[in-house]
C-alpha cells in the first residue's frame, strides 16, 4: 500500500499533483485499492476530501457533488461512462455540436480548451458541466479488470473532457495490485481510431509489467503480445499473473490485446 500511495502520489505531472487547495471527492468506495490510494496520496499532500455516502460504480456525479465542489474526482469507469452517456444525449443541438467539434479540434493537435463561449451558453442545465462555482480540473478514473465494468475508448476519454472541462487520467486496476497497474499521461489527447478500447499508459514506478506467451514470436516483435505479469513491491506476494492478455504498443503503453 506505501508503494501503491507513493507511486500515484508521483505519477501527476509536477504542476497537476494534489495541493492544500485541492478539495477531492471519491465517488467510488474504498474497497475499491485504488480509489484508497489516491485519497491517502490527496491527504499526505495536504488536500481537503470529501467523503459522502453517494460513492460506487455507476453512481451520477451530478448527485455525488451535489453539496460539495471538488478540484478532483475519482470515479470508476461504469460512472464516466453513464456520464458520456447522459451528456452526448443531450447534447444535440447544432450550436452544441459546433462547440464540441471547436474543441474536440483543439485536443487533436494537443491543446486543452477549458471552454469556449458556445459550450459555456449552450451547455445542458442541471448537470456535472454545469456553471457552478467551483472549479473541477481533474478526474482519475479507474477500469476494473475482470469485471463487467466498459472499457472507455480514447474517443470517449476526449468527449469526456469537453463535457467536464477537466484533465482526465485513466488508469488500470486489478485484485492483485494495490493502486494501480499502468496510467495514461494527464496530457495524452490522442485519439486511436478502428480500436475498440484505449490504452492505459505506462507502468506506474511501482510496478514491472512482463507479458508471458508460448509463442515467442508474439512476444519478440515491436508491438509484444502475452499474458501480463506485474512484479513490484505494490503487487500482492511481489508477483502476479493478472489473467489477461496486454499488449505493448509502439509508444510503450499498455492495452488490451
Not at 25 to 52: E, G, K, M, R, W
Not at 214 to 234: C, H, L, M, R
Request: hydrophobic letters at 40%; charged letters at 15%; aromatic letters at 6%.
Amino acid at each position: 500500500m506505501t508503494a501503491a500511495v507513493a507511486s500515484l502520489a508521483f505519477a501527476l505531472p509536477m504542476h497537476q499533483r494534489y495541493g492544500p487547495a485541492d478539495l477531492i471527492l471519491p465517488a467510488d468506495t474504498f474497497s475499491n485499492s485504488y480509489v484508497l490510494c489516491q485519497t491517502l496520496a490527496a491527504l499526505f499532500q495536504h488536500a481537503s476530501v470529501a467523503i459522502n455516502s453517494v460513492a460506487g460504480p455507476g453512481v451520477d456525479l451530478s448527485l455525488a457533488s451535489r453539496s460539495v465542489s471538488p478540484t478532483v474526482i475519482i470515479a470508476s469507469a461504469e460512472t464516466m461512462a453513464t456520464l458520456h452517456k447522459t451528456e452526448s444525449a443531450r447534447r444535440t443541438g447544432f450550436l452544441q455540436q459546433l462547440g464540441h467539434n471547436s474543441l474536440a479540434q483543439a485536443l487533436a493537435v494537443g491543446n486543452m480548451t477549458r471552454s469556449t463561449f458556445l459550450s459555456r451558453t449552450f451547455s445542458p442545465q442541471d448537470t456535472i458541466t454545469s456553471p457552478r462555482p467551483w472549479k473541477l480540473r481533474l478526474i482519475l478514473v479507474c477500469e476494473r479488470n475482470g469485471t463487467d465494468a466498459p472499457v472507455l475508448t480514447s474517443g470517449m476519454l476526449n468527449d469526456l473532457r469537453i463535457y467536464t472541462s477537466s484533465r482526465i487520467c485513466y488508469a488500470l486496476t486489478v485484485p492483485s495490485v494495490a493502486g494501480a497497474v499502468s496510467q495514461t499521461n494527464l496530457y495524452d489527447y490522442r485519439t486511436h481510431d478502428g480500436l475498440g478500447y484505449g490504452h492505459f499508459g505506462v507502468p506506474v514506478s511501482s510496478v514491472e509489467i512482463k507479458l508471458r506467451n508460448k509463442d515467442d514470436s508474439k512476444v519478440a516483435g515491436n508491438t509484444p503480445v502475452g499474458e501480463v505479469v506485474a512484479i513490484g513491491p505494490s503487487v500482492a506476494g511481489g508477483q502476479a499473473g493478472l489473467g489477461f492478455e496486454g499488449r505493448i504498443r509502439d509508444d510503450s503503453t499498455l492495452a488490451y490485446a
